[in-house]
Structures are given as C-alpha cells and as structure tokens.
C-alpha cells in the first residue's frame, strides 16, 4: 500500500491523537515508523489506542517497524 492510501489515523480517541500530533504523527504510516512500544508509552495512548491501531495496520498490511 502507498502512504497516499492510509493517510490519516483511525478513530483513536481525543487524547491518543493529541500524544501522536504534539510529536508530529498524523498519519497510520508514521505511528507504524515509530514503533507500538514508543506510541505505548505516551500519555495519552492506552491499550484501546494500540488496539485500534493494530487493526487499521493489520487492515492495511503494515507492520510496526519495532515488531
């Protein structure tokens, strides 16, 4: 898939897109570039997030550049 076809987040919640934008990601393609463990740690980003992204880049066949 091309960046140009995931572009965007899914429907993560208020405070896991705020943590992803204050450190520059807006789109599904960056949030895989910096790996599920950094994205775990921010405030603001919880299971449900993760969850959520996990299924939008399973959907998309990316994969986590950590995993």
């Keep these: 898939m091309?960046?140009?076809?995931?572009?965007?987040?899914?429907?993560i919640g208020r405070p896991a897109?705020?943590?992803?934008?204050?450190?520059?990601?807006?789109?599904?393609?960056?949030?895989?570039a910096h790996g599920r463990a950094n994205l775990a740690e921010?405030?603001?980003?919880?299971p449900k997030a993760l969850r959520?992204?996990?299924?939008?880049l399973t959907e998309h066949q990316v994969t986590w550049a950590d995993q």
């Design 42 to 46: 921010l405030h603001g980003v919880g």
């Design 17 to 32: 897109t705020t943590a992803l934008a204050n450190i520059g990601i807006t789109t599904l393609t960056e949030a895989a």
């Design 2 to 11: 091309s960046d140009a076809e995931i572009q965007g987040l899914p429907k």
């Design 52 to 56: 959520l992204l996990d299924e939008a």
